[in-house]
């Protein structure tokens, strides 16, 4: 019999059967690990810096988190038992109440980390990579790409706005805390597993490599070029979307000041947001076609709002998509698992 991380395969007949308590628990152990060690590299190489981003994480995140969690399990109740929906609630929560706040406190640790690394991009690679970047799009594009996207009718910063500002943060929320509290075994892995990746090796380690400021910065960053020089007058002149200057300027005074704030840190390739919509549009797909509708044009006015708005080139978040996206169908081929589940042809 062969051991191969979630199930036990019969080598003669090839039948998979339920996992033992130790395999499953051996099973979470690579990620994990990895998880703790990105953690643990972000508490010793800065510390003061990852403490307090700790506690201004829980402070932002964990009361909604938690009130998610509950909302979402109440409605659970409410559907699968209405007779008695707090029976529901309380089987979930003996069942998996320790998986699901060890989870969410590695989530916020995580993130905490992520936050870390990134507001040190620069003192490990000082920004270079933007004059490249913004020549590979104007190479596809025949100028900056923010031009091209704004052509479009001011109106389309509406959309833009409220998807960038709510949609997306709620979409990698309900993702994570819905997916640690109702999705078991492989698939639950593979959606961890995938995050670690955007995070860690996307957001951390290839943002480091190409440190870059994105286009809302550059004239900020670099001198001896006009190219981006329209770009803060024509998001300051759409009202729809003159937002991203005060929290542009938020981010530049976390910058210049040294201080450690709440989703601070600059960085533009590889985008993670679009990585992050682009995590939740496969996700959403594991679930069916109506779902991976909704899933993929998020990710799709992410990938426009990102150039529009300025925060990224065009190839940011264009190498998002495929890195996530090959990431995405190599671990669902290890897990063995399908990109979209089988639908039963008409008639069946």
């Known amino acids: 019999m062969l051991s191969t991380g979630f199930f036990r395969v019969e080598a003669t007949s090839g039948i998979k059967s339920a996992p033992t308590p130790d395999e499953?628990?051996?099973?979470?152990?690579?990620?994990?690990?990895?998880?703790?060690?990105?953690?643990?590299?972000?508490?010793?190489l800065y510390p003061s810096a990852f403490w307090h981003i700790v506690r201004t994480t829980i402070s932002e995140m964990l009361l909604f988190s938690l009130a998610f969690i509950m909302l979402a399990l109440c409605v659970e109740g409410l559907l699968k038992a209405p007779g008695r929906p707090l029976g529901q609630v309380l089987t979930r929560v003996r069942g998996k109440g320790r998986f699901i706040a060890g989870g969410l406190m590695m989530f916020i640790l995580g993130l905490s980390a992520y936050t870390t690394y990134k507001i040190n991009i620069p003192d490990v690679v000082p920004f270079y990579a933007d004059p490249y970047l913004a020549g590979i799009d104007r190479f596809f594009y025949g100028h900056n790409a923010w031009?091209?996207?704004?052509?479009?009718?001011?109106?389309?910063?509406?959309?833009?706005?409220?998807?960038?500002?709510r949609v997306w943060p709620v979409m990698l929320l309900s993702g994570v805390l819905g997916a640690l509290t109702?999705?078991?075994?492989?698939?639950?892995?593979?959606?961890?597993w995938s995050l670690f990746f955007v995070y860690a090796v996307m957001g951390t380690l290839i943002a480091t490599l190409f440190s870059s400021v994105g286009p809302i910065f550059y004239t900020d960053f670099y001198s001896g070029t006009q190219q981006f020089t329209h770009l803060k007058p024509a998001i300051e002149g759409n009202p729809y979307i003159s937002n991203i200057l005060i929290y542009s300027d938020y981010l530049l005074d976390a910058y210049r000041s040294g201080q450690y704030m709440f989703a601070s840190g600059i960085s533009a390739f590889p985008?993670?947001?679009?990585?992050?919509?682009?995590?939740?549009?496969?996700f959403l797909t594991s679930f069916g076609r109506r779902c991976a509708v909704l899933g993929w044009t998020n990710a799709l006015i992410i990938q426009y709002g990102s150039i529009y708005s300025g925060w990224h080139y065009a190839i940011d978040g264009d190498v998002s998509l495929i890195?996530?996206?090959?990431?995405?169908?190599?671990?669902?081929?290890?897990?063995?698992?399908?990109?979209?589940?089988?639908?039963?042809p008409l008639g069946g």
Do not use: C
């Open 323 to 344: 890195l996530v996206s090959a990431f995405w169908i190599a671990i669902s081929r290890f897990y063995g698992l399908p990109l979209m589940p089988a639908t039963r």
């Open 147 to 165: 031009r091209v996207m704004h052509e479009a009718p001011i109106e389309v910063g509406l959309v833009i706005d409220f998807f960038y500002t």
């Open 24 to 44: 499953k628990e051996r099973s979470w152990l690579p990620l994990v690990t990895s998880v703790n060690l990105y953690t643990l590299g972000a508490g010793i």
């Open 182 to 192: 109702f999705v078991e075994g492989a698939r639950l892995q593979r959606y961890a």
């Open 271 to 282: 985008s993670v947001h679009v990585a992050v919509a682009t995590l939740s549009a496969w």
